[in-house]
Nanobody, 122 residues
Framework: QVQLVESGGGLVQPGGSLRLSCAAS????????MGWYRQAPGKQRELVAT???????NYADSVKGRATISRDNAKNTVYLEMNSLKPEDTAVYSC????????????????WGQGILVTVSS
């Protein structure tokens, strides 16, 4: 069994910055793509950013230039740093990882964290 645990959310003032972390634990053999998604109240979940095991990154247009995704493969952890935060960045942020474990028969499974709330407000 694999778990993803996010941390670092909370209340941030407009124009401020934050750093989210997501650590994967369990019987992990390897992790392919890791990513951050968010769901604002009343809206569909949307991609924020993804990063491959080789550190290739992809960002949503809404956060390009304001967000940086990174990962520490030794720690099975992915990070999201965002600056110049806006009220419209308020959402529950969830991490996702494609994980190969000792029990998945060679297949990567998509695993989600429980989500963490980020509120951008003065």
């Amino acid at each position: 069994q694999v778990q993803l645990v996010e941390s670092g959310g909370g209340l941030v003032q407009p124009g401020g910055s934050l750093r989210l972390s997501c650590a994967a634990s369990g019987s992990i053999v390897s992790i392919n793509v890791m990513g951050w998604y968010r769901q604002a109240p009343g809206k569909q979940r949307e991609l924020v950013a993804t990063i491959t095991s080789g550190s290739s990154t992809n960002y949503a247009d809404s956060v390009k230039g304001r967000a940086t995704i990174s990962r520490d493969n030794a720690k099975n952890t992915v990070y999201l740093e965002m600056n110049s935060l806006k009220p419209e960045d308020t959402a529950v942020y969830s991490c996702n990882a494609a994980v190969l474990t000792t029990t998945t028969g060679g297949r990567y499974l998509s695993v989600w964290g429980q989500g963490i709330l980020v509120t951008v407000s003065s």
